[in-house]
């Protein structure tokens, strides 16, 4: 940069760059926010001011800004090998970062395919599953079916399989149809009903459809848990399982895509350890990198491998991207697992976690806050309000307080790095109350 003048850098960028998932114009009201540096769970801004991560950066950042380990495994990693193809030649760190992901599956899901964003992790997932069908003999298999709220990313196939309609809308005519069924929304529960009943009322509602069509569908893919993108909508374990068993019954294939849910963040390393089930297509990405580098990949079972095993090339899965499997990337994934072994961090979590449902405490009980819920280390809940500009202003509000959260319409929501100390952890929670408040009130 040529200057460090705020205003400068901020007036530059709107003239050059343009910012994902805004409307530009809104930053004529809206500051845009340079940063200069991330240490741990902080950004800090070019006038020296700090907000905490407490979003991750969308998601991504597991252990901090400028990580000392992951640093230094990249600085090795650099001087070795930065970047090769990766057909026709491999390189240590994606083997064996495919190996010790296989592990953690127990070798259930045995192969591993690269990509670089979450959007084509997906992509590749519905192709394989797509051609694995068609390779033996099943073409008719090429529907697909994705829940009520669903995202799954925004290039043109992840989006037809993305049910949030502000993202898919304007693209519509563009889209491939697949069938939109029940979500198992925790929040959708009647009288009387538990979180596990409207798990089992969508999974039924889901049978149907398989009655139907599961001749012609050849995937259901489901974000196991969690529904990040529609407002951290929350499900009963049991879904996972009821639509494992439906799959196997109806031979559809189950897509987990655990790109923001996976990497501990459900509470469990991969999501679908919580309803004891593996899928067919496992999709990863944001934190496996540590929230460094662009990585995403896609697991899958040996027998789906085996269905593009041919001495004809038109069979084998012919998908790629230039920086497929890129060394760097893959470095700072085995950085990141290193520090879950090292430093025991799912066990850490759950003390993390439990200190961080105590200082929330004062919101869960908040008579204008509802549906307070928590999975693993993520934590949302529900404003009262009608204000279709809350979600702007909590963010405007947030930041006053040293606070990085970006609500998705009125569900308030932290998806933490699972760094913060004690002190961190009792800031955030009272600066959260003190930012609803205000909001609220305004
Ligand atoms: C973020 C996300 C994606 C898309 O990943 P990108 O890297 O943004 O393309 C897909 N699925 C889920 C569940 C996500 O949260």
Redesign the pocket.
Known sequence: MESSNQADWVARSLRSVWHPCTQMQHHETIPLIPVSHGRGAWLYDTDGKRYLDAISSW?VNLFGHANPRINAALKDQLDKLEHAMLAGFTHEPVITLSERLAALTGHVLGHCFYAS???SA?EIALKMSFHSWRNRGFEEKREFVCLKGS???ETIGALAVTDVQIFRDAYGPLLQSVHVVESPDARKAEAGESAADVARRAAASLEKLFLERADKIAAIII?PLVQ??TGMAMHDPVYLSEVRALCDRYKVHMIA?E??VGCGRSGTFFACEQAGIWPDFLCL??GISGGYLPL?LVMTRDDIYAAFYDSETARGFLHSHSYTGNPLACRAALATLDIFEQDNVLQQNLIKAAEINTVLMPLAQHARVKHFRQRGMIWAFDAQTDDPTFSRRFFSCALEHELLLRPIGRSVYLMPPYILDEEEIAGLGQRLLTVFNEVMAA
């Open positions: 998601w964003d979450g959007a997906v995202y799954h990313g974000e990040c993108a895509d790109i923001a990405s944001k995403s």
